[in-house]
């Protein structure tokens, strides 16, 4: 086949492709909220709910990261140094993982590591959220908005609306062969979540 015809065809599947991904963010974006359990962490400081990782921002990036096993992984969480402060000026910003906060805090000096993390270990989070699938973990986004029950008073997590698909990216073959899992709810009002699909 000679380059001219190749490059036609290849042209045509880019595009095919381009308009599978445009039905999948319509498809993620039409998800309704739903509400979830203000599930606990663990840290090098102690204990704090996934509500509490808002701080005073309306918006919360929750990083699903498989750990200091993952080399895919670590070479992600390393990108994020550079654009950590554009990001949290917009949203509170964490990277999740099934690492005891000890080892996470070894990791995260060792690789010079600014931002927060915690440890899903023990809890059933990564599950519930759908970044977990045929009994291994997934590496994936979740973006929530805080939602307010009643009153500012009584801020409970509430939502998932998948948004990030297209604009976000890890390879689907992270730490193990297969399809990512689908679509993750958190506790407060999700506006995104990246499946790891590409």
């Known amino acids: 086949m000679r380059y001219a015809e190749a490059s036609g065809k290849l042209a045509r599947y880019r595009q095919q492709i381009a308009d599978l991904r445009g039905k999948m963010r319509e498809l993620q974006q039409s998800v309704e909220p739903e509400e979830v359990a203000d599930y606990e962490f663990s840290t090098s400081e102690g204990k704090v709910r996934l509500s509490e990782l808002f701080g005073d921002k309306e918006y919360l990036f929750v990083i699903h990261n498989m750990g200091a096993g993952c080399r895919y992984c670590t070479l992600w969480a390393d990108g994020f140094n550079g654009i950590l402060p554009h990001l949290e000026n917009r949203a509170a910003f964490v990277v999740a993982s099934p690492d005891e906060p000890a080892a996470q805090q070894r990791f995260r000096t060792a690789r010079g590591w600014q931002f927060r993390m915690v440890s899903q270990r023990d809890t059933s989070f990564a599950r519930d959220i759908g970044f977990h699938s045929d009994g291994a973990g997934c590496p994936g986004c979740r973006c929530s908005a805080k939602a307010v029950k ?49």
Do not use: F, L
């Open 150 to 198: 009643g009153s500012a008073a009584s801020r409970t997590p509430v939502s998932s609306r998948e948004m990030i698909s297209a604009r976000s990216g890890t390879s689907s073959t992270c730490c193990r062969k297969g399809s990512m899992a689908g679509s993750p709810n958190t506790s407060t009002t999700d506006v995104g979540g990246y499946d790891g699909t590409p």
